[in-house]
């Protein structure tokens, strides 16, 4: 009685101590379904599993965490991944070129320590019971996704979701993301961020809308490009490092209430054909960079802006009055080196290096100086005329020179 009891012990023991073993390995590459049932032991698995391109399905029982990654690249065969008990991966979930998986299974997983997921076109929906609500960087490219419910993350480092070309609605209860949001080219998505406070870089391109009603503060730059809401809003931005809205066609209508501050890498709005109103700064003083305007636009009002650190290119397709850019320009406002307002009608260019010279005090700038001629479709206004640095321009340089030159080399 005794002795067997002694024995069964040391059974226990004994295969405790293998199962400890198997779990302790730095790697294991499951080529079978079989490889993976050796591990239904381990709770824990201290390292990576690959799953090799022989798999067609494959089901990891028992796990909780695996400390290290999950990864199954180029298999054209696999269908199916699931992991019913599995709750945390440490390191990275990364999933490539994977043709025909069509079936994501982790009821239970709700941390992931990176997640990149790269070509997995028959991936439709994800199977996250639980949901993922912890993880720090996240790519998403190339999947049949419509949505992401089951990863709902409060704060990330990198969020990049790209070419899902069915991905029509995006929504998350990030509060802060402290490096990058990146989400372009994939369907008509609604994104929405309701509870987003801050991120440090933020573009969208191709989506449908934008709902981040509390974001205040984007550190580096804000891209809106080619989008397709006709209307945007930023209700509660107050500083932005710089704002390049662009080739949205259908946009109308703009609102940033309380925007205040532009940084270093300055304001652009180009070529979104149907603005033919820039509005919508009603509270901005201060650009720390340049500012860009470009389109078919008549108006363009920041009754509050004071002051320009950069450079100011204005060119417009329709008929603009340049007065309220001259008059900032002549009460020393602008303080980049160049100013060039050019419209239909009019066009008004100034090289303000000797300007920005006597601003700051410092010394050895040369002034630029254009042709001093006017063309027939060029007429110079005389608004300005009375700064003793306005040069006349209409043909001493390109705007694309200077979009070149003093623009994209901030952005
Ligand atoms: C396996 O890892 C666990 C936890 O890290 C550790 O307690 C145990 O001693 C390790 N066992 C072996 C055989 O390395
Ligand atoms: C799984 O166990 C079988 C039998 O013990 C062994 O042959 C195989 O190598 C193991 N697989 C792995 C990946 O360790
Ligand atoms: C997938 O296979 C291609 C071609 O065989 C190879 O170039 C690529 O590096 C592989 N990718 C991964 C992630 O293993
Ligand atoms: C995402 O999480 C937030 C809380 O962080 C919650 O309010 C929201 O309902 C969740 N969204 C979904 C789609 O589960
Ligand atoms: C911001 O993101 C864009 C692309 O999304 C990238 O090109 C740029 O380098 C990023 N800027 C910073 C300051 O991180
Ligand atoms: C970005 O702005 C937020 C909110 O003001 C701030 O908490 C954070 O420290 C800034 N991050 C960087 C890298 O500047
Ligand atoms: C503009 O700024 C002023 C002063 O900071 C503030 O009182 C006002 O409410 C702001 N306007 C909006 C629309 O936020
Ligand atoms: C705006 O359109 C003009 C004329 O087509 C082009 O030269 C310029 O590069 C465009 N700007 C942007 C930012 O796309
Ligand atoms: C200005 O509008 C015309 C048509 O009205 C369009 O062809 C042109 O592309 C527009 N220019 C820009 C820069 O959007
Ligand atoms: C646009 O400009 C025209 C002509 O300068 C002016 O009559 C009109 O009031 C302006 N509209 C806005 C919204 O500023
Ligand atoms: C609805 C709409 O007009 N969307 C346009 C937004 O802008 C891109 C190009 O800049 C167009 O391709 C879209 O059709």
Do not use: H
């Amino acid at each position: 009685m005794f002795q067997k009891l002694f024995l069964s012990a040391l059974a226990i023991a004994s295969i405790a101590n293998a199962a400890t073993n198997v779990c302790n390995e730095t790697s294991i590459t499951a080529t079978a379904q079989s490889d993976l049932d050796n591990l239904s032991g381990c709770t824990t698995f201290g390292g990576d599993i690959i799953l090799a391109p022989t798999l067609t399905t494959a089901t990891i029982t028992g796990i909780q965490t695996i400390s290290g990654n999950l990864v199954c690249n180029n298999n054209t065969q696999i269908t199916s991944i699931s992991a019913p008990s599995l709750r945390t991966i440490g390191g990275t979930f990364q999933l490539t070129q994977l043709t025909i998986l069509n079936t994501l299974s982790f009821p239970r997983l709700s941390s992931i320590g990176v997640i990149d997921w790269v070509t997995l076109p028959a991936v439709s929906g994800l199977s996250f019971t639980t949901g993922v609500t912890s993880c720090q960087d996240v790519t998403i490219s190339d999947t049949d996704l419509s949505s992401l419910t089951g990863i709902n993350l409060t704060t990330v480092s990198k969020l990049d979701i790209n070419n899902n070309v069915n991905l029509n609605d995006i929504e998350m209860g990030l509060t802060e993301a402290t490096y990058q949001v990146d989400i372009s080219f994939n369907g008509k998505t609604a994104v929405s961020f309701p509870y987003l406070q801050w991120a440090y870089n933020l573009t969208f391109q191709d989506v449908l809308s934008v709902n981040t009603p509390v974001l205040s503060v984007v550190n580096a730059s804000y891209l809106l490009i080619n989008n397709v809401f006709n209307s945007f809003s930023a209700p509660n931005l107050t500083t932005v490092g710089g704002l390049s809205i662009d080739e949205n066609m259908s946009l109308t209508n703009i609102s940033f209430p309380k925007l205040t501050t532009i940084g270093g890498s300055g304001l652009q709005v180009s070529n979104n054909t149907k603005l033919t109103t820039i509005a919508g700064f009603p509270n901005l003083t201060t650009v720390n960079g340049a500012i860009v305007l470009e389109g078919n636009f008549t108006n363009a009002t920041f009754p509050s802006l004071t002051l320009v650190r950069g450079a100011v290119n204005i060119d417009s397709d329709e008929d603009f009055d340049c007065s309220s850019f001259n008059s900032l320009n002549s009460q020393g406002g602008i303080r980049g080196n160049d100013y060039k307002c050019a419209a239909a009608s009019t066009t008004t260019s100034v090289a303000l290096s000797a300007t920005a010279t006597a601003l700051s005090g410092a010394t050895g700038a040369s002034m630029t100086t254009g042709s001093g001629t006017s063309s027939a479709s060029s007429v110079a206004t005389s608004k300005s005329a009375a700064s003793p640095n306005l040069v006349v321009s209409s043909t001493g340089f390109t705007l694309s020179a200077l979009l070149a030159a003093v623009f994209f080399g901030i952005f």
